[in-house]
């Protein structure tokens, strides 16, 4: 995507990132806060989350808020919790970025192990579903606030071998259809990136033999990331975009 987006594009919007510990959250939220926001870190581990909140006071001058919250075992009570933590702290959110994510096995349906299964749909779909919930009211509070889901190619259009990852992320583009139609008359848009093949661990254990040198870095992918928080993709809801448009699916070459 050719994307120029303004130095200041996320001045005062408060943007809040799951799976912000690692690899493409990890980057978002770094970029986020370089174009001007006051970013809020979601994850599971405290130590990884330190190091990016120092990562990015190195940077800007200031420490971002974290809070911990493990999408595998969260109940409804915890993620209500954490967003009346977050609104003891912030007046609204002006955006959230859904992208933790769970690989589980690739291996074909028959051999796919039912409790990792359930894993994936507990950490890509159930915790992403009540999470959001909770934090909508904050949401609401936005003139323009912007829920960005995660998907995939495979959430598009089924693969043999990506078993529970591929369904999940066929919820979640089901989920951002649904949200978007019920919001498109107020103040909320809400839409899904697919980052496309990128240099991070979980793409590593997906694809073993892949040279990473082939693939695009969280870096690169960026330019949609910063559209799609920003005033520049104001009208836009309902849609699937990808973040390395013409990129054909599976192994780099
Ligand atoms: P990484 O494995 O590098 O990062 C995943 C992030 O999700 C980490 O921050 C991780 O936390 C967090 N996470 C995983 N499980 C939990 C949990 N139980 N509770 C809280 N946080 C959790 O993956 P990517 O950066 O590659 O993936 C980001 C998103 O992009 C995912 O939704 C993925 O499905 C999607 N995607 C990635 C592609 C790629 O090629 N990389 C292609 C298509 C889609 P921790 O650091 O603690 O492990």
Redesign the pocket.
């Known amino acids: 995507m050719h994307y120029q987006p303004k130095q200041d594009l996320l001045q005062n919007r408060i943007i809040l990132v799951?799976?912000?510990?690692?690899?493409?959250?990890?980057e978002a939220a770094q970029t986020y806060a370089r174009y001007g926001a006051t970013v809020i870190l979601l994850?599971?581990?405290e130590e990884?989350l330190r190091q990016v909140a120092a990562a990015i006071e190195n940077e800007r001058g200031y420490s971002p808020s974290w809070f911990t919250?493990?999408?595998?075992t969260c109940t409804v009570d915890e993620c209500q919790r954490l967003a009346q933590n977050v609104a003891a702290h912030y007046p609204r959110l002006d955006g959230v970025l859904h992208?933790?994510?769970?690989?589980g096995d690739i291996r074909p349906m028959s051999e796919q192990d039912p409790q990792v299964w359930q894993q994936v749909m507990q950490?890509?779909v159930n915790a992403t579903f009540m999470l959001t919930q909770a934090l909508l009211p904050l949401l609401l509070k936005s003139d323009s606030g912007s829920l960005v889901f995660?998907?995939?190619?495979v959430g598009r259009q089924g693969r043999a071998g990506w078993g529970a990852?591929s369904v999940s992320?066929f919820a979640t583009e089901g989920m951002m259809q649904v949200l978007a139609d019920e919001y498109q008359n107020r103040h909320l848009r809400v839409n899904c990136i697919?980052?496309?093949?990128?240099r991070?661990?979980?793409?590593a254990s997906a694809f073993p033999t892949e040279d990473p040198q082939k693939?695009k870095t969280?870096a690169d992918i960026m330019p949609l990331y910063l559209w799609l928080m920003g005033d520049d993709s104001r009208r836009k809801t309902g849609m699937t975009f990808d973040a390395q448009p013409g990129r054909k699916p599976g192994i780099a070459q």
């Open positions: 799951t799976g912000a510990s690692d690899g493409i959250g990890r994850g599971r581990s990884k919250l493990d999408l595998l992208n933790a994510g769970l690989l950490v890509n995660t998907s995939s190619s990852y992320k697919n980052p496309g093949g990128t991070t661990g979980m793409r693939l969280p």
